[in-house]
């Protein structure tokens, strides 16, 4: 913009093409009245570089373009004294040189007309077309923007609006403030720091995300430079110190072109030197430097078949470092990037790091979503733009684009926003993990099942009750490490697969009641003797009963979500509801066995005829610890006073007593039917969970001897009920129907410890 300069910033990264600024300059300030080869010129760097990439490009529009810009900037010049318009030309040499597609190029060529001249955009459209047209007036309402700190959480949300649908937009600035800051040295100190600052805080991180690489290092470096001048001449001397460093590394890079030469891999075996700000990192990390530390070798190859077979020749003529391996290939990262990470040692013991990829997969690492070419273009002939990766379909907007656009939509204070977006944007470590029925969830390192329950379904997450991590139950608050499996727990067993649009559509049997851990009706402790509390009322939780209006969470999941989506989200569940989730209003429900049936405790034992002894006369009493019924296997032992206690066969007391060297009795079932039987209910705290089983064990006929409720541990919550069945066989559909109850994940015949005796 007008405000740079042109005179360069410490720090640049050696061999960079660097387009000629003062010739250039010279060139424009002849004007498109001169010869044509002068045109040619002054255009002539960015049609080289266009043409590397896309070699059937049609350069005419670029001309057309320069031709507008250049008589539109005549006149207007930087601080450093040269031409404006050697600006956009510097732009979209940049973004030439990373392969963007000839539109972005135009719409580059012509990102200052309208701001800095008289150029409409009417004007415009009219000559090169609507999408350059948005572009142009993307980086237009961009350059509006104040990084003032008083006005940066608004106008940073303006710039977001501003990209809009398209991060070709973003690609734009980015490249902007490159050049900016290779030419910031004229400015006043305290002005360089400030733009500085901005360009760490902002629009790295975001150059992160976009997946451009190439842009992304270079900034680093210019920053590092600025605001950290000392570290940074530290850090060049001894760069400038190693200067033979590279040596080794050639020396192994020899070596790996020799193995795979050998394996029949064809392979670009490269030595790629660290940039400035990597170099600081590693010293940081590993104190003393070795040769090797200043660079990686990176491996190019044909397909993804080849990064593997190239992967497994190096494990195995070399002595590779396992804690070094990492598959990104199979689990690309959020910014588009996929290559395997790997460090194998030399037999002198130089250790040397290699990232091993393919051609395509290079140019999408250097240049992100600027390599992808146009998105509008119409797909190639038989290609299937649906079977791409979600994050992948759309390369203007990557999911966590679309995420941001919903965050500062969603949040109505500026401030909150910025704080949650800078906090995001911070987060340099990310996971993945994978939910059971596929796919997979890209995560900040940190992040909690709560954060994994929204960014898989969205609002929907309100009724989440819990979850299973690897398998195993786990409170929402548990934190997740990369390559765990997650499978979120909703209210009912519900599950949600993305609707068409990408939000979460529900599926299968409806949701119960509300979800707050610990809270509510029937979570406290004590024995329920007699009549089931609360049986016979409430709403019914069944298949097909609709979400609870109010069910939502509690307001200490904000001490375990990490994300800005699963923050603002609960924020603005709780902002809506004040009075936190209710208990819904009691409906009344048919009852079953007739009208206002309600459970009764039974008033006598299961009978003795129930089981028969091998002891003529004994007394014969079902144990407690076990609460054996019919058909289950049992066998009986003495106890004090003549009685004979029967158990079931793997009651971990029948290995204690036969260690014991008591002797067996043998007993078998009766004709009764009648059974007592103990039942351990585990699930998810919520409104209503003791009502609602009660209900269900009243519905399945049985009869409630006691309950008990223990106090919730982590979300959940445990009930023991002391059955009366009338009939053994109606054991089965007891449990699953206390199952199907929403909250409750498992349900199990109960263990008390065994009575001495």
């Known amino acids: 913009m007008s405000a740079e300069a042109t005179n360069q910033a410490p720090g640049r990264r050696r061999g960079r093409p660097r387009i000629d600024l003062r010739r250039l300059g010279r060139a424009a300030l002849l004007g498109p009245g001169g010869a044509r080869d002068r045109l040619s010129d002054a255009i002539s760097h960015v049609a080289e570089a ?69 150029v409409t955009l009417d004007q415009v459209r009219e000559e090169f077309g609507e999408e350059v047209c948005y572009l142009v007036d993307g980086v237009t309402k961009l350059e509006k923007v104040d990084y003032g700190a008083a006005a940066e959480p608004e106008t940073f949300r303006k710039m977001l609006v501003a990209t809009g649908n398209d991060v070709r937009v973003m690609s734009i600035k980015l490249a902007d403030r490159l050049h900016n800051m290779r030419t910031l040295g004229v400015m006043r100190p305290e002005k360089q720091v400030r733009i500085a600052k901005v360009t760490r805080d902002v629009l790295i991180p975001l150059a992160e995300r976009l997946g451009v690489q ?100 190096l494990h195995t003529c070399f002595t590779p470092v396992v804690s070094e391996f990492k598959d990104f290939i199979a689990a690309p990262k959020f910014n588009l990037y996929q290559s395997l990470h790997t460090a194998v040692a030399a037999p002198d013991g130089a250790v040397a790091e290699v990232l091993i990829r393919t051609h395509q997969m290079h140019k999408v690492a250097e240049a992100g979503v600027v390599a992808l070419g146009n998105p509008y273009a ?43 977006l800078r906090a995001d944007l911070a987060q340099d470590g990310e996971i993945t993990v994978f ?32 979850a299973r991590v690897n398998g195993r139950l786990a409170a929402l608050g548990t934190v997740l490490t990369d390559g ?9 067993g519900a599950r949600r697969t993305p609707g068409p649009d ?41 298949a097909g009963a609709p979400h609870d209006p109010v069910a939502g969470p509690s307001p200490d999941w904000l001490k375990h979500a990490r994300t800005p989506a699963a923050r603002i989200a609960i924020t603005g569940w709780l902002a809506a509801h004040p009075e936190g989730p209710g208990v819904p209003a009691a409906a009344p429900r048919r009852p079953a066995g007739g009208a206002g049936a309600v ?56 290995r ?93 015949r109960g263990r008390h410890p065994a009575a001495t005796g």
């Open 502 to 542: 990408g939000t979460p559509a529900e599926a299968g049997a409806g949701a119960g009641a509300g979800t707050t851990a610990g809270t509510g009706a029937g979570t406290g402790t004590g024995t329920a003797a007699g009549a089931g509390a609360g049986a016979g009322t409430g709403t019914a939780a069944g």
């Open 50 to 118: 266009h043409r590397a990439h896309h070699p059937d490009a049609d350069l005419s529009v670029l001309h057309r373009a320069y031709v507008l810009a250049e008589s539109s900037h005549r006149g207007q010049f930087r601080k450093s004294g040269e031409p404006y318009i050697t600006h956009p030309l510097a732009v979209t040499l940049i973004l030439a040189e990373l392969g963007a597609e000839t539109t972005t190029l135009t719409a580059s060529l012509l990102h200052d007309t309208v701001e800095d001249t008289e």
């Open 484 to 492: 765990d499996t997650v499978e979120l727990l909703l209210a009912g």
């Open 214 to 313: 190439a842009l992304k290092t270079e900034l680093e470096d210019l920053v590092f430079a600025i605001l950290h001048p000392a570290e940074y001449e530290r850090t060049r001397a001894l760069i400038a110190g190693n200067a033979s460093a590279g040596d080794a590394l050639a020396a192994i890079a020899d070596d790996v072109r020799a193995v795979l030469r050998e394996a029949r891999i064809p392979a670009d075996v490269l030595v790629r030197p660290r940039h400035f700000v990597s170099v600081h990192r590693v010293r940081l990390k590993r104190g003393e430097l070795r040769g090797t530390d200043f660079g990686r070798l990176l491996v190019l190859v044909g397909d993804d078949a080849d990064c593997y077979g190239a992967l497994g020749e």
């Open 599 to 654: 459970p009764r405790a039974a008033t006598r034992s299961t009978a003795a005829s129930a089981v028969v002894a091998d002891r003529p006369g004994a007394p014969v009493r079902l144990a407690r610890c076990c609460t054996p019924v019919p058909p289950d296997a049992v066998t009986g032992f003495p106890v004090r006073g003549g009685n004979v206690t029967v158990h079931r066969v793997g009651c971990p007391a029948v």
């Open 656 to 748: 204690s007593m036969e260690a014991a060297g008591r002797e067996p009795v043998g007993v078998r079932w009766g004709e009764a039917a009648e059974c007592r039987v103990t039942l351990v209910a585990e699930s998810f705290g919520r409104p209503r969970l003791l009502a609602d089983l009660t209900e269900a064990i009243a519905t399945a006929g049985a009869a409630i001897v006691s309950a008990t409720v223990e106090p919730p541990t982590e979300q959940r919550v445990r009930h023991t009920y002391t059955l009366q069945l009338a009939d053994a066989a109606e054991l089965p559909a007891l449990m699953r129907a206390m199952r199907d109850v929403p909250g409750v994940y498992d349900v199990s």
């Open 378 to 420: 119409a797909p190639a002939e038989g290609a299937d733009p649906a079977a791409e990766d979600g994050e992948r379909v759309d390369p203007t907007r990557p999911g966590w684009l679309s995420r941001l656009l919903a965050w500062q939509s969603a949040t109505p204070d500026p401030d909150t926003f910025w704080t949650s």
């Open 435 to 466: 939910p059971p029925d596929g796919g997979m969830l890209a995560l900040p390192a940190g992040a909690t099942c709560v954060d994994a329950a929204y960014a898989q379904y969205g609002e929907a997450a309100h009724t989440c009750v819990g």
